[in-house]
């Protein structure tokens, strides 16, 4: 039976970004999207390193903090590396982590306007819920991507 207690923070409630002018590692010139799109091509190939089986202890070190990014971690998203040649997509998942967490899938606002037009959705057992992720891709406050059904590695720095 789902837990109809469980209590989950509203999309994007707390995240925010920081002002990372000074640091040209997000920025988003026309000069640094090639870097970083070849610095995405490389920790990319590192990752499908270290994806072995038996692997020697120093691999096995660095597959397990790959796979497993902390907040303030340079951050790149795998799954749609591949998938899309859309160079906005990329560079959107591609900066500092800021948090990743569990949390609804919409606000109340959109829970309460899809309950009032479904009156089975009477409880919190039917609201489903995300794992978030959020990065800072530029270099502004604002510039920060909510991103679920995907998957983060940490980047090597």
């Known amino acids: 039976m ?3 207690t469980a209590h989950y923070l509203q999309p994007r409630e707390g995240i925010t970004g920081t002002e990372r002018t000074e640091d040209d590692l997000l920025s988003l010139d026309d000069k640094a999207i090639a870097r970083r799109l070849m610095m995405m091509g490389t920790a990319h190939a590192l990752h499908s390193a270290v994806l072995v089986g038996n692997p020697a202890p120093k691999v096995a070190e660095m ?7 902390r907040p303030s971690d340079l951050v790149m998203e795998v799954t749609s590396f591949f998938r899309t040649r859309d ?10 982590l800021i948090d990743h ?10 829970w309460a306007a899809m309950r009032a037009e479904d009156p089975r959705l009477c409880d919190e057992a039917g609201r489903g819920h995300d794992h978030a992720w959020y990065v800072q891709y530029g270099p502004a406050a604002e510039d920060v991507c909510r991103w679920v059904n995907c998957e983060f590695i940490a980047v090597p720095t």
Do not use: H
């Open 87 to 96: 160079v906005d997509t990329k560079i959107k998942g591609f900066g500092i």
């Open 101 to 110: 967490r569990e949390e609804w899938m919409t606000t109340d606002e959109e």
């Open 63 to 69: 597959y397990a903090r790959m796979t497993e990014p």
């Open 2 to 4: 789902p837990n109809t």
